[in-house]
């Protein structure tokens, strides 16, 4: 059997779960409920385990360095998850009620930003350099997504403008993640900017194969409604391709322009980018970006890390979830 990309880093990856949950501890009942509510629903844990792969593949000695920067990265993420369900005032994620349905949103507002600071205190106890990472990849975050706002439910919007989106939204905070692992090594410039663009091509990847889940998933599996991106007026590469084709995509743009379509309209208009050749499209362009950052890191020096890179590739084009 082969072996999945993060058997490498198994026991790293508990020491994260620990350490992300001493991190949050709050002595208020309530708030430490909350925030264990938000990471115990789950998550793939990638940023983490991409920054402590970076580090082992570059030849770092002090694991635990590298598992308190994942983790307060991981903190930052899922704070950053806990305000936009509140702004895309979404229900479910990964399966269960967001918080501030669970809970109510003045409240789930505050959680966001405790652990928000919770996070960036961690961040915050590392060199220069990696701050500087921190703060470019946390200023894009906020302007991929304002760029996003500003093109919801506007069928105008094209295929560069998605991709600045998702450079800010999703593939910066990834990016950031690998390269601070690099540089808590010590790496090479060389080797950090290899794994820097290996990472930028694998958080570019993973939002459009998230996007096209969005349209062909099953809410089992990816633990969100299918069709909620539609819903919201969300500009993603598969509405977008689809709302080019000849025969459809006429219904489609009508549909995605609307503030408030039906279920029915939803459930039609989700059929109609399924018969288009949007969803194959988006896969073949998210291969490419992998064939791609899998070349990258192959220039960093062979171990078996730089395999579970080569894997965890593979598994960000394959996955159904």
């Keep these: 059997m082969a072996q999945a990309w993060y058997d490498t880093i198994s026991k790293e990856l508990i020491m994260i779960e620990d350490e992300i949950h001493s991190v949050i501890h ?19 844990r990638i940023r983490p385990a991409m920054c402590v792969l970076a580090y082992l593949a570059c030849g770092g000695k002090d694991v635990s360095k590298a598992v308190s920067l994942g983790s307060a990265y991981e903190i930052v ?4 998850l806990i ?4 702004n895309d005032k979404s229900e479910i994620r990964r399966g269960r009620r967001t918080l501030h349905k669970e809970f109510c949103v003045s409240k789930a507002i505050v959680a966001g930003d405790y652990m928000m600071a919770k996070g960036f205190q961690a961040l915050g106890a590392t060199s220069n350099d990696i701050v500087d990472v921190i703060v470019e990849a946390a200023s894009r975050m ?6 996003q706002k500003d093109f919801e439910h506007i069928t105008k919007v094209t295929e560069d403008d998605y991709y600045e989106i998702i450079n800010g939204k999703t593939s910066k905070l990834i990016e950031a993640c690998a390269k601070s692992g690099a540089f808590l090594a010590d790496a090479e410039d060389r080797y950090v900017d290899a794994i820097g663009d290996y990472a930028h091509g694998i958080g570019m990847a993973f939002q459009m194969i998230d996007d096209t889940l969005d349209v062909i998933g099953d809410i089992n599996n990816t633990g969100k409604r299918v069709g909620l991106d539609l819903i919201e007026g969300k500009p993603t590469l598969p509405t977008i391709l689809a709302m080019s084709d000849p ?11 609307k503030t408030e379509p039906s279920e029915e309209e939803v459930y039609e208009a989700l059929t109609l980018i399924r018969k288009t050749d949007a969803i194959e499209l988006c896969r073949q362009k998210a291969e490419a970006i992998i064939d791609e950052a ?5 220039t960093i020096p062979e171990s078996i890390y730089r395999d579970s890179f080569v894997s965890l590739a593979k598994y960000i084009i394959s996955r159904d979830r």
């Design 247 to 257: 025969t459809y995509g006429p219904r489609i743009a009508e549909v995605f322009m």
């Design 294 to 298: 899998i070349e990258r890191i192959m």
């Design 142 to 147: 906020s302007e991929g997504e304002f760029i």
């Design 83 to 86: 305000h936009d369900d509140i």
């Design 77 to 80: 993420h899922t704070a950053s």
């Design 26 to 44: 709050s002595n208020n009942e309530e708030l430490n409920a909350m925030c264990h509510y938000t990471i115990d629903s789950g998550g793939k």
